[in-house]
């Protein structure tokens, strides 16, 4: 079957293609080198086979005959293969080399071109590789090889100069360059880690740039030419504002990732530590047009109770009442538009909003270990309130590595009290971090565990949340 060579970017995930990710979410067979974005295989079928062909341990890299004999074996089967790539296939990626041996064998193949690392580790760092008064042109060049480099040549080039793999060539490349004829003033930006969390940049000069980026580690860029300059002007990364900080999140899988990918955007570092997760529970749901109130009190709540609906109908007349903007978000999205909304999304919030509405039979959709507090007091004004519990939350174990990652953050954010007991349970600290709470009942918990909430949101919604990030500065 086809072979797909895919470039997957720089490291950010963002940065993938739309068209690398439909193909990783097809393949039958996957095999992926080190430098992959993180989390780039989630999207791969459960049922995938996903074949690793990078550096063995930070050792040796597998050799490329075994790469291509690989390539061969799975391209010459039934399955569609995907040959996952960092940034492009086809800049120092050795893509050529196998798209040649996949021809020779008679293979059909695609190319799917990626973000290379030498324009877009830059473009992080806030420097644009040409520039109208700075550069004409750009060269990607190998820092690997020496021998068949034309330095004088690449001295003379007039334009920026990008250099791959060239950590441990620094000092040859620096110094070559001055002896080929350019000024030991030239600028040169050195960036480790593009476009991950952690990118590290030095800017100094050709004179300068060995001493000042002795810190670096692979992979990184080296960049040379007048454009380095212009950092200074355009820098970007670093002036977003939760840069430098990293935030550890410990909701549910499902809805960590959505909370992670906000707090990602406005720059932070992020790590997902759930110890909890959410269980469908059995039930037969009784008929929705029973009732004349419906109060849905969680997002997952909202996904759970159209796993049982099966008639939307039923909900026709039905006056729907979400506890937050998360939970009427969630039922938008099942094409139910809340009637009520409370401002402030907590029990007591919902209560308030519902006093000057009349009704008569309510049906309280939540997780089993939801508070009592609205069916009571409901209740107390001579409503019948029926409870359906849709779904539990469980424990779920924390792995060590996202364990000691969490205990490193600057930030553990909780988002439900539950969520703190588990991950105390699961073996997670709460100390060392800042502790963040989204509402009292969160913070109660905490209390209860012996440590105490250094910021509470205000509103109770992650909106709260990260407005309270904001604001610690
Ligand atoms: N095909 C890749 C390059 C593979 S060669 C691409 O198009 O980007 C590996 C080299 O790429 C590394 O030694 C380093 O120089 C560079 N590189 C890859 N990812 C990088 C990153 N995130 N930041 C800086 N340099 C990176």
């Given amino acids: 079957m086809t072979v797909f060579l895919v470039g997957a970017g720089p490291g950010d995930p963002g940065l993938m ?19 992959i974005p993180p989390g780039a295989l989630d999207g791969a079928r459960s049922d995938a086979e996903l074949v690793y062909v990078g550096k063995i341990g930070g050792g ?10 690989l390539l061969i074996q799975y ?42 690392a030498g324009i877009s580790a830059p473009a992080y760092a806030g420097i644009p590789v040409t520039h109208r008064e700075h550069a004409s ?15 004088e040549a690449l001295a003379r080039f007039p334009g920026t100069l990008v250099f791959y793999m060239g950590v441990k060539a620094l000092p040859r490349i620096a110094s070559r360059l001055v002896a080929g004829g350019r000024s030991s003033d030239e600028p040169v930006a050195v960036i480790e880690r593009g476009t991950l969390p952690g990118q590290k940049t030095v800017v100094s000069s050709l004179s300068r740039v060995v001493e000042d980026a002795a810190g670096i580690r692979a992979p990184a860029i080296t960049l040379v030419g007048p454009v380095a300059g212009l950092r200074e002007e355009i820098a970007w990364l670093e002036q977003r504002p939760l840069f430098g900080r990293t935030v550890a999140v410990t909701r549910a899988r499902a809805q960590a990732s959505a909370l992670a990918e906000r707090l990602r955007g406005l720059g932070a570092a992020t790590v997902e530590a759930p110890a909890i997760r959410t ?54 999205a099942h094409g139910v538009d809340p009637d009520v909304v409370p401002e402030r999304a907590v029990a007591e919030g ?11 039979r309510v049906l309280v959709a939540r997780a089993r270990e939801g508070r009592d507090v609205l069916p009571d007091a409901l209740r107390a004004r001579g409503v019948h309130v029926e409870v359906a519990a849709l779904y539990e939350t469980v424990a779920q174990p924390l792995s060590d590595e996202a364990r000691e990652a969490a ?17 105390a349970e699961a073996g997670g600290s709460l100390s060392g971090p800042k502790l963040v709470s989204i509402g009292p009942a969160t913070s109660d918990v905490l209390r209860e565990l012996g440590a105490a909430p250094d910021l509470e949101a205000d509103p109770h919604t992650p909106d709260g949340l990260i407005a309270a990030l904001l604001a610690d500065r």
Avoid: N
């Fill in 279 to 332: 269980q469908p529970l059995e039930l037969t749901l009784p008929p929705l047009r029973d009732y004349d109130l419906l109060c849905v009190t969680s997002p997952a709540g909202a996904d759970y109770l159209f796993t049982h609906l099966r008639d939307a109908r039923e909900l026709a007349g039905v006056t729907v009442a979400a506890i937050g903007p998360g939970t009427a978000r969630a039922l938008r």
């Fill in 350 to 360: 919902l209560i308030e909003a519902l006093a000057e509405f009349e009704f008569s």
């Fill in 137 to 151: 042109g750009v060269a990607f060049v190998t820092g690997h090889e020496d021998g068949t480099l034309d330095w």
């Fill in 75 to 116: 391209g010459t089967g039934p399955r569609t293969v995907v040959r996952l790539k960092g940034g492009d296939p086809f800049v120092f990626g050795r893509g050529g080399e196998e798209a040649q041996v996949l021809r020779a064998a008679g293979i059909p193949f695609e190319i799917v071109p990626g973000i290379t």
């Fill in 17 to 35: 293609t739309v068209r690398s990710r439909e193909l990783i979410a097809e393949a039958d067979v996957i095999l992926y080198d080190r430098l």
């Fill in 60 to 69: 040796p890299q597998m050799p490329q005959e075994e790469i291509d004999r």
């Fill in 407 to 423: 205990a490193a953050a600057d930030y553990l954010l909780f988002t439900s009290g539950s969520s703190v007991r588990f991950f």
